[in-house]
């Protein structure tokens, strides 16, 4: 069973562009939800999607969004990008969206914006 | 919202010895605290986790305690050794998916 699946790796990007992340969740799972991680930081919660709805989100500026697809994978946009948006994001999945809920995370996609 | 810190931010133990991590959060509604090691470059791993209507709970050399009351938890590593060496995380939910995290611990274990 293949886990968390993201892309790409790594990115690249200059100041003002926008940027996609794609993330695929382990077979299954319904619930996707995107963190950002500066370094030397913990995780950040963004974003959370359960059965393509957005249940929750974090303190984060509308540049940010997402969205779930009818597969469960998922799509976090970023638009209008700062040097402060440089950051490993990590998508995690779980299998539902009732408390006690394991979450298993992607390797993440480490952005860069120069 | 919820808010977790953590500390301390930086240990060093000498291989054998045991090593303590300790959290707080704010969020009384919070009731699942997993535990994540995050080794440089890799993702985070559930290495442990608990429930709020559990008190304790160990698997092998890891151990972690919950005081509700307190809303504090803490992570005891037995009998450490080199490969424990990395960052870990406490983190603390309410819903499902939705995780807010600590600051992480850079865990050293010296041979």
């Known amino acids: 069973d293949a886990g968390v699946t993201q892309s790409p790796t790594h990115l690249i990007k200059t100041r003002g562009q926008h940027v996609t992340l794609r993330c695929s969740p382990i077979?299954?799972?319904?619930?996707v939800s995107w963190y950002q991680q500066v370094l030397g930081q913990g995780p950040q919660f963004i974003f959370q999607y359960y059965e393509k709805e957005e249940r929750g989100r974090g303190n984060f500026p509308d540049r940010f969004s997402a969205r779930q697809f009818p597969n469960y994978s998922s799509e976090l946009n970023v638009n209008a990008l700062l040097l402060g948006d440089s950051a490993l994001y990590l998508c995690?999945?779980?299998w539902g969206q009732g408390a006690f809920t394991e979450a298993f995370f992607g390797q993440g996609t480490r952005l860069t914006v120069v | 919202g919820e808010n977790v810190e953590q500390h301390p931010s930086t240990l060093s133990v000498q291989e054998g010895d045991s090593a303590v991590i300790k959290c707080t959060y704010s969020?009384?509604?919070?009731?699942?605290f997993p535990w994540y090691k995050q080794e440089l470059g890799k993702r985070p791993q559930l290495i442990i986790d608990?429930?709020?209507?559990?008190g304790e709970k160990k698997d092998q050399r890891i151990a972690v305690t919950l005081n509700k009351t307190a809303k504090h938890f803490s992570l005891h590593i037995t009998e450490t050794q080199p490969e424990d060496s990395a960052v870990y995380f406490c983190?603390?939910?309410?819903?499902?998916?939705?995780?807010?995290f600590g600051t992480g611990t850079s865990l050293t274990v010296i041979p």
């Open positions: 995690a999945s779980s």
């Open positions: 983190a603390a939910s309410s819903t499902g998916n939705q995780f807010y």
């Open positions: 077979s299954g799972h319904k619930s």
């Open positions: 608990i429930r709020s209507n559990v």
């Open positions: 969020d009384s509604a919070s009731n699942y």
